[in-house]
């Protein structure tokens, strides 16, 4: 009975020694699909699927760790989800609110609220702010934690940003419209700073973006994995990896 779990852990360690050391993704962008999936397959409420789902988290980061990751940004809450049944949504958002305290208590990796706190309950704009402020310190894995967060909403708040930064500094609309480039959203998203995801994982079998990203994943490798989030392992996040470490990434050259 115990050969698979012998044979599993074996192939596991194999294709973790396999992977080449310098052909690691630097960020990897996961989309955490699948939760309430995974519980109504096991006649289980939406909160349970979201509290296994937020339990595997600190396994991901670690296993992140592990092969070199530099960034990690996990999507836990769109800007569309904000439309879930109230109850449902009330539960999520207090087990997100206990995930990223739990996270930040760890001291283990400095994480970054990414998305619109301004959509999102106060308590939970002042739990993800907390976590950030706690771990500004910490030299590690970065983690960017992003809740309420839509791509097209990233954009335009971007662009906002630009707008607003440039006329402050005295810019008429004519020199902005024809100084604009590509480079001022980049410096204005949520994310700046930051290397683009080389690699990014969606769970639970769909083959969409919905939305993740959208600005920086535009040479982004993208594995789809077909366990939902809860079920999903280091062999699975081990694939993902050595999946994109084969690819020839030409990046549009």
Not at 6 to 13: A, C, D, P, V
Not at 26 to 55: P, Y
Request: aromatic share 8%.
């Amino acid at each position: 009975m115990r050969m698979p779990h012998l044979l599993y852990g074996l192939y596991e360690r194999r294709l973790a020694a396999s992977l080449p050391a310098d052909r690691a993704p630097r960020h990897v962008g996961v989309i955490l699909d699948g939760n309430r999936r995974w519980a109504r397959s096991i006649g289980k409420s939406a909160a349970t699927g979201h509290q296994r789902g937020a339990d595997k988290i600190a396994e991901l980061l670690g296993w992140s760790e592990d092969v070199g990751v530099e960034v990690v940004t996990l999507w836990m809450l769109s800007t569309d989800n904000l439309q879930r049944p109230p109850e449902e949504l009330a539960d999520l958002l207090a087990i997100i609110e206990d995930a990223v305290r739990d996270l930040a208590a760890t001291r283990r990796w400095r994480l970054q609220a990414v998305g619109s706190l301004e959509l999102l309950p106060e308590r939970t704009a002042a739990a993800l702010r907390a976590a950030e402020a706690a771990t500004r310190d910490v030299v590690g894995l970065h983690v960017n934690v992003a809740v309420g967060y839509g791509g097209r909403r990233e954009i335009a708040d971007a662009v906002r940003s630009y707008l607003r930064a440039a006329s402050a500094a005295g810019a008429s609309l004519d020199e902005m419209a024809e100084s604009f480039d590509v480079e001022h959203i980049a410096a204005h998203l949520y994310t700046k700073g930051q290397p683009d995801p080389d690699l990014v994982i969606r769970t639970s079998g769909e083959q969409r973006l919905g939305g993740f990203l959208l600005w920086q994943s535009a040479h982004s490798e993208f594995y789809f994995c077909e366990a939902y989030w809860p079920d999903f392992r280091r062999v699975d996040f081990l694939r993902a990896v050595r999946a994109y470490a084969a690819r020839e990434r030409r990046l549009g050259r």
